[in-house]
């Protein structure tokens, strides 16, 4: 992450992440570092009239964002 107040420990990062994305139930998991914060994508199921789909979704996850769930 640029600038120093930006950089933080990756283990506690990734941790947090790992637990959105299981919240989320995703699979199939790309993780991508960028200026203002992380982007995350990945395969949820949806229900549809059809039935069940997979469906890829993508969130970007600023610094703010991170911290906060870091905390928790």
Avoid at 18 to 43: A, F, P, S, Y
Avoid at 52 to 69: C, F, G, N, P
């Amino acid at each position: 992450m640029p600038g120093s107040e930006k950089k933080g420990n990756y283990g506690a990062i990734l941790l947090a992440i790992g637990n959105h994305i299981q919240e989320k139930g995703w699979r199939d998991i790309c993780i991508l570092e960028v200026d203002g914060g992380m982007i995350v994508q990945g395969t949820g199921v949806a229900s549809t009239r059809d039935g069940y789909q997979y469906v890829m979704e993508t969130k970007l996850i600023s610094h703010d964002e991170l911290a906060k769930m870091m905390a928790k």
